[in-house]
């Protein structure tokens, strides 16, 4: 089955750019997925990109996929306080069941 | 926009009662997911639902059983309750177009704590 991994933490200054790393394993994934989870709260997509791509721009968010090395990547601009989150990295192929990653915890230091 | 909704938001058990989640989904939207997410963990599949058929079952324990209804909300219900049942249980709600997208729109959880 998939497994999805991520780094566990990253920490930024307010103002830099921030880049959270997630690779996944099952080569058939064709939709790609990117949700906050703010404390307490519920998952908050964010964006999405299908394999067919290798980026995707939103604001300031950019996704980069490299299907090659079945690596995904998520850059926040300008990162700002309101940032800090967990941010999960899922994937499934078409109508299947998310499988997630374990998060990546984002600290941004005012 | 509308969301998906969940009730309750909270909901204190103890041991071996039973507790009933419901979800009401995004309108328009024809499948229904169950996600468990424990302390620090990230969200695991529990069960889906399609057009009111069961879709996919993922780690669902058998004390648990669900469904969904003629208007697609869907119903967690839970039995037996056990400690390590505490956790934050999400639904989420897609709608399954003909290209196979099945981009999945999250509640905002129903957090059990079995006491």
């Known amino acids: 089955g998939e497994d999805v991994e991520q780094s566990l933490f990253l920490s930024v200054r307010e103002g830099d750019s921030s880049v959270i790393n997630c690779t996944y394993t099952?080569?058939?994934?064709?939709?790609l997925y990117w949700y906050k989870q703010e404390p307490g709260a519920g998952l908050q997509l964010l964006t999405y990109?299908?394999?067919?791509?290798d980026m995707k721009q939103d604001q300031r968010l950019t996704v980069l996929l490299n299907k090659k090395d079945k690596h995904l990547s998520l850059r926040i601009a300008d990162t700002q306080t309101g940032d800090s989150a967990i941010y999960f990295c899922?994937?499934?192929?078409?109508?299947?069941?998310?499988?997630f990653g374990k998060g990546t915890r984002l600290s941004v230091i005012a | 926009a509308a969301g998906v909704i969940q009730s309750p938001r909270h909901l204190i058990k103890e041991k071996r009662e039973t507790a009933t989640l419901k979800c009401y989904p995004i309108?328009?939207?024809?499948?229904v997911y169950w996600y468990q997410q424990g302390p620090g963990q990230d969200p695991q599949f529990l069960i889906s639902?399609?057009?009111?058929?069961?879709?996919d079952k993922g780690s669902i324990p058998d004390r648990f059983s669900a469904q969904q209804f003629s208007d697609y909300h869907s119903e967690l219900n839970m039995s037996s309750l056990e400690l390590g049942d505490s956790a934050l249980y999400f639904c989420?709600?897609?709608?399954?177009?003909?290209?196979?997208?099945?981009?999945?729109?999250f509640g905002p959880g129903t957090r059990l704590t079995v006491l």
């Open positions: 309108p328009r939207h024809d499948t």
């Open positions: 099952d080569s058939s994934s064709t939709y």
């Open positions: 989420a709600s897609s709608h399954r177009g003909r290209r196979g997208t099945d981009t999945q729109y």
């Open positions: 639902f399609y057009e009111k058929m069961q879709s």
């Open positions: 899922a994937g499934n192929s078409g109508n299947t069941p998310l499988v």
């Open positions: 990109i299908f394999s067919n791509m």
